[in-house]
């Protein structure tokens, strides 16, 4: 049973190949295959979230919709400001792009859920809080505000989102919007969209590693600077490209790092920084 932050309702065991997914999901998404511009997020971000929509496309038999927001301004009423965002699914494929300002004032009619879920993601910093409105937001919003407003007009019935914050100035939302006639969100389905939310929110919020964040002992040092330009999602060659030396050598010393940590994989080197537990939780399962 994969263990859930305390508080957070809807306990369910997950599938071994549901946390593996996302695993594997972080290892394509920062390996060399598509090239992009140093420093640039929104590939890497849509590339997890097209690898891991079959997590509760699978689950529910039916596509989803998913939308990520990261937001700043937490201070902003009704609700922050967005930043930056990226879609993903076949409604989003039809109504995107949209106007900035137009998806900001949508936004700005979830106050009552922002209210409820953004302090909730601030109190324990870099642990997902994920709801089903339909099961918890204020019912009067949801009835009367949610659905008529922003879920009816594209065909969706309700809404699950994963909320995480990696420091007190921004929060990221990882929506999954369920179209019409699908079956319906269960607190089962609560652990799978927050692991995703592990592995996607960190690349949006371009956090990876923060100075207070313990390192694993035995590592030489002279490889840290490595080590957070990789838990920053940068590739060999851009690593390389930055630092003025050949791929080659990145290539070593990513592969002496992986060696020190233990892992196989730059996608489990990343995961063991984004969640212990999912690495955790994988050997003991794995037993």
């Known amino acids: 049973m994969y263990p859930l932050p305390s508080g957070q309702s809807g306990h369910a065991s997950i599938r071994l190949r549901d946390a593996s997914a996302v695993v594997d999901a972080l290892t394509h998404a920062v390996g ?27 689950a529910l038999r039916t596509p989803l919709d998913y939308h990520v927001i990261l937001l700043g301004s937490l201070d902003r009423k009704p609700v922050p400001q967005i930043i930056a965002r990226e879609t993903f699914g076949p409604t989003f494929s039809l109504i995107e792009p949209r106007d900035e300002m137009k998806v900001q004032r949508l936004l700005d009619e979830c106050g009552p859920m922002c209210e409820l879920s953004v302090p909730a993601a601030l109190a324990e910093l870099r642990e997902p809080r994920t709801f089903i409105y339909s099961k918890d937001a204020p019912r009067e919003w949801f009835d009367g505000v949610f659905r008529s407003n922003l879920l009816d007009p594209n065909f969706w019935q309700d809404c699950m989102a994963g909320y995480w914050a990696g420091s007190k100035d921004r929060v990221i939302i990882y929506n999954a919007f369920q179209p019409i006639g699908a079956a319906h969100f269960v607190d089962k389905h609560r652990p799978v ?21 313990p390192l694993p002992t035995g590592i030489d040092p002279s490889l840290y600077p490595v080590l957070m330009m990789v838990l920053q999602g940068y590739s060999d060659r851009e690593i390389a490209e930055i630092a003025g030396v050949m791929s080659d050598q990145v290539h070593l010393a990513v592969d002496a790092l992986k060696r020190e940590i233990g892992v196989e994989t730059r996608g489990q080197l990343i995961a063991e920084f984004v969640d212990r537990r999912v690495l955790s939780w994988l050997e003991q399962q794995a037993e």
Request: charged share 35%.
């Open 193 to 213: 969209l927050s692991l995703m939310t592990r592995a996607v929110a960190p690349v949006m919020d371009e956090l990876f590693y923060e100075p207070d964040t």
């Open 32 to 58: 060399d295959a598509e090239p992009h511009e140093p420093g640039s997020l929104r590939p890497r971000v849509r590339r997890m979230m097209k690898r891991m929509a079959s997590l509760l496309d699978d």
